[in-house]
């Protein structure tokens, strides 16, 4: 950090098992990576090539060196993996993983529908030659999944291998964990942590009142996914609490009164004149 200040929390330096951030890189071309890594590679962990882009992204191996040779871990979106899946393909994309190097891959039925233990089968065959992220909840607003199916879910890929289960958001924010309009479901989340370790879950969230959301919950070393390229620095800055969405979550509680006791006397005083 370039300063000293006190009442920051603690950030694990990478590489990290908490506190991670997953950036979202939907066709950023080779300049605009290295543009990006300069920039932001120092707070960014994973980055997805979000749903098929892969297939169709020019220099793909020549980004996926970049990415990892400055300590960020790239992987196909789930999407592409459901892609090669329906076309009874899976071998296939084992060897796919293994041509573009990547030790991280992600299984998902977001737009497929995969049984459950063939699911965690795929999961706990993967997981033994790389590190399975594997997400939950469906990319369509009509599927509606009850708290203890998620639970269920989400435990059982945990059990069968994966390092985190990825709570669906999508790059919207408007499914999964969150209603149409982007609000959390707040009864869902609770009953789900209630039976899940938090740190075991990459919360798909987009939007800054969700990342907002999310950190006064759990606090600054919440997994967090889908950020765009120029997110990144801001979302760290909530992490932080050097926004003023989170400015007074992590000074001490009386410093923090005191202060906002001072700012609604000086309101009182502007009303006054």
Not at 12 to 30: F, Y
Not at 57 to 72: A, C, P, V
Not at 84 to 98: P, V
Not at 104 to 109: P, V, Y
Request: charged share 30%; net charge negative.
């Amino acid at each position: 950090m370039n300063f000293d200040l006190p009442y920051i929390p603690e950030r694990a330096e990478k590489p990290r098992s908490k506190g991670v951030t997953m950036m979202m890189d939907k066709g950023l071309g080779i300049r605009e990576a290295e543009h990006f890594i300069e920039a932001s590679g120092h707070l960014t962990d994973v980055v997805k090539f979000g749903f098929g882009t892969s297939f169709v992204t020019k220099n793909l191996k020549e980004k996926i060196k970049l990415y990892q040779s400055h300590g960020i871990r790239p992987y196909f979106g789930g999407t592409l993996f459901e892609a090669f899946y329906a076309r009874g393909k899976f071998n296939d994309y084992l060897r796919t993983l293994d041509e573009y190097g990547l030790d991280l891959a992600e299984i998902s039925d977001g737009s497929i529908i995969i049984n459950h233990e063939e699911k965690c089968e795929l999961i706990n065959r993967m997981s033994k030659d790389r590190t399975v992220l594997s997400e939950v909840g469906s990319k369509d607003s009509g599927i509606l999944i009850s708290p203890g199916r998620w639970i269920k879910m989400m435990t059982s890929e945990l059990e069968a291998g994966s390092w985190k289960v990825i709570a669906e958001g999508r790059e919207s924010g408007n499914v999964g964990v969150f209603r149409p309009n982007g609000t959390a479901h707040t009864l869902l989340i609770n009953k789900i942590i209630a039976k899940v370790k938090p740190e075991d879950i990459l919360w798909e969230a987009p939007q800054k009142n969700q990342q907002v959301w999310f950190i006064k919950l759990f606090g600054a070393n919440v997994n967090l996914g889908n950020i765009a390229p120029n997110e990144i620095i801001p979302l760290e800055c909530l992490r932080l609490g050097l926004r003023g969405d989170t400015f007074f979550e992590f000074l001490p509680q009386d410093y923090a009164e005191r202060l906002k006791q001072v700012a609604s006397d000086d309101e009182v005083e502007d009303d006054d004149e």
